[in-house]
DNA sequence: CTTGAACTGTTATACCGTAACATATACTTC
DNA sequence: GAAGTATATGTTACGGTATAACAGTTCAAG
């Protein structure tokens, strides 16, 4: 069955739709738009290289290891060793633009408009073991109820890593049913 | 100031001991009879070599990384080879007796008596910057906010990995005082 | 234009993890 | 106990992930 049509929301505000067929282009668009808001804002550089990174991240909600930017980037012109690649992600991580999926050894394009706590904000993800598909939900909540529970350790928590690995609403509907389905999110 | 002595308890009933100075020999009888204890039920063979990688992640409330393990390992005069340390650690991580901490590439012992939700229970780890150690904390709270702020993506949370990182008190009391101190937790 | 800082690119290397196969040990069945 | 099967241990070899160190380039002032 085909989606319905979708209106002008991204994944930022919505992250279910990370796991729905939807239109891409406003996600891709909000999030570069942010990106140069933020570098503007606070005088950092979105240089070539950079903007290139986080446009190849962009492409789905997936996350790349950074291998794969890198083939990216080399097929686009740019250098071919792994530091160009790590350097740029390790730029767009430190400004809250992208993040590191511990758990895949990867990264992915950070979801968020609210550029309130800009650098390292709070993000739970959720890894769709079956398409691969990756959304970042708001991790307020968790975030407290993380430091309740480190409060019990006498521990003062800095910064958390919060990946859950699941299966989306429509690999779950396709398991059930026997049905197979295509890619999502790009 | 030094600290008050300590009573039978181990970090598995106060994850907070992990930061502490303390009878660590409870802890690793303890949490060794429980691997006894859970591979008899389960029929499972805590071979020499399993054992002894779990007594080298038992020395120490740290992560260790699976080549340190190795090297412990051979010097017992076990194989050398990589495959050695990473089949042991994943018997154990499978059994619920060890686990990985994804953010460092490594593994701990698992500090939990409590073998009601044996493999693959949830837990949250909480690590200390400055002096590496580790506290499993109990997460069943987070797991609850952490499926609920995935229904609102339709996603099913079929496991998660929650690993904060900041200070334990003894360093946040070191940093504060311009105090040095040495190791603690082993 | 000059100077220093930041960025890009390179070589080389270290660390983390697994595939594939050979050997040895432990259970099962006769 | 012997034969056969499953499990565990050990080895070689390789692939994926990440960083150190250094050289050249671009950029923003001064
Ligand atoms: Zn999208
Ligand atoms: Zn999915
Ligand atoms: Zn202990
Ligand atoms: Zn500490």
Redesign the interface.
């Known amino acids: 069955m085909p989606e319905k049509p979708q209106h002008e929301v991204t994944a930022a505000e919505d992250?279910?739709l990370?796991?729905q067929t939807h239109d891409h282009r406003h996600c891709v668009g909000t999030m570069l738009a942010r990106a140069e808001a933020v570098c503007a804002d606070k005088g950092l550089r979105l240089t070539p290289v950079r903007r290139r990174v986080l446009e190849i991240l962009l492409e789905t909600h997936k996350a790349l290891g950074a291998y794969e930017v890198l083939d990216r980037l080399a097929a686009d012109g740019f250098g071919h060793q792994p530091p160009v690649a790590y350097r740029a992600l390790d730029f767009l991580v430190t400004h809250g633009l992208a993040h590191r999926i511990?758990?895949l050894n990867a990264f992915a394009a950070c979801m968020h408009t609210t550029d309130d706590s800009d650098a390292g904000h709070e993000a739970?993800f959720?890894i769709?073991?079956d398409c691969n598909a990756l959304?970042e939900?708001?991790?307020l909540?968790?975030r407290a109820?993380?430091e309740?529970?480190?409060a019990?350790?006498?521990?003062?928590?800095?910064?958390?890593?919060?990946?859950?690995?699941?299966?989306?609403?429509r690999c779950?509907a396709a398991a059930g049913e026997g049905n197979d389905n295509a890619g999502v999110g790009a």
Chains 1, 2 share one sequence.
């Open positions: 992250p279910a990370a796991f511990q758990r739970v959720l769709c073991r959304a939900a708001p991790g909540r968790l109820a993380l309740a529970a480190a019990g350790a006498d521990f003062a928590v800095e910064g958390a890593a919060i990946e859950a690995i699941g299966l989306c609403a779950r």
